[in-house]
């Protein structure tokens, strides 16, 4: 069964900070591969998604991920928080194949401003 | 406006004492799935369907009934609750054809069972 880890529950930063999140995933074959965002009190919004090409992919609000296949991991970077972007985080993978998504345990980000 | 929508967004109630979720999606999508998200758990799958009448169970299904009698909804029925389903629930949906399809998650009810 596939598995997907998010190494950081809480990050605190100041506005204009960089951020990176990490997420690695479990599972040999072909996955698609997404970040979700939820701000406070509201629902899951797509950020980015990876299906195939390009390893570094462009989302909204600033942010990118790069897949580096080899180490299992999509991780999240934008290069300047905004007290905004305080919200958590979750990393998502599907098997290419499949439909079921598999999150991990998510990532609470605080921006201070 | 394509949308997920969810009742109720908050719901308290006893331990026992039937309860129903109610999800509905306005894409003509063929997938839909619930979660619930607990806190440093992420959210894990209870059910999904992959088209009318077809059901599955996801890793989390104890406790937990679905139906999909019609495409554009897709009821979560908690027969007899109990504290430890007390969560934040959600449901999705998905286009199955094509492959380059998201989840569209719905806002999500607040459950609290006493």
């Known amino acids: 069964a596939q598995s997907v880890s998010q190494h950081n529950h809480h990050v605190i930063l100041s506005e204009a900070a960089s951020l990176e999140l990490g997420c690695n995933y479990s599972?040999?074959?072909?996955?698609?591969l997404f970040w979700y965002v939820q701000y406070p009190g509201q629902h899951l919004q797509l950020l980015l998604k990876?299906?195939?090409?390009?390893?570094l992919v462009k989302g909204i609000k600033g942010f990118e991920a790069e897949f580096i296949k080899s180490k299992f991991s999509f991780n999240l970077r934008k290069p300047s928080v905004q007290w905004s972007d305080t919200a958590e985080y979750f990393c998502?993978?599907?098997?290419?194949?499949?439909?079921?998504?598999?999150f991990g345990g998510g990532t609470r980000v605080l921006v201070k401003p | 406006e394509a949308q997920v929508t969810q009742n109720p967004r908050y719901l308290i109630t006893v331990t026992g004492k039937k309860l129903t979720v109610t999800c509905s999606q306005n894409?003509?999508?063929?997938?839909m799935s619930w979660y619930r998200q607990d806190p440093g758990l992420g959210l894990r799958q209870i059910y999904y369907?992959?088209?009318?009448?077809?059901?599955d169970k996801g890793d989390v299904p104890e406790g937990y009934k679905v139906s999909r009698k019609e495409k554009r909804n897709f009821p979560l029925i908690l027969e007899s609750p109990s504290p430890n389903q007390t969560s934040l629930y959600f449901c999705?949906?998905?286009?199955?054809?094509?492959?380059?399809?998201?989840?569209?998650f719905g806002p999500g009810t607040r459950l609290t069972v006493t």
């Open positions: 599972y040999g074959g072909t996955v698609n």
């Open positions: 369907s992959m088209n009318v009448e077809v059901t």
């Open positions: 999705a949906s998905k286009q199955l054809a094509g492959v380059l399809n998201e989840q569209y």
């Open positions: 998502a993978v599907n098997e290419a194949a499949g439909n079921k998504l598999t």
């Open positions: 894409m003509n999508h063929e997938y």
């Open positions: 990876y299906f195939s090409g390009d390893p």
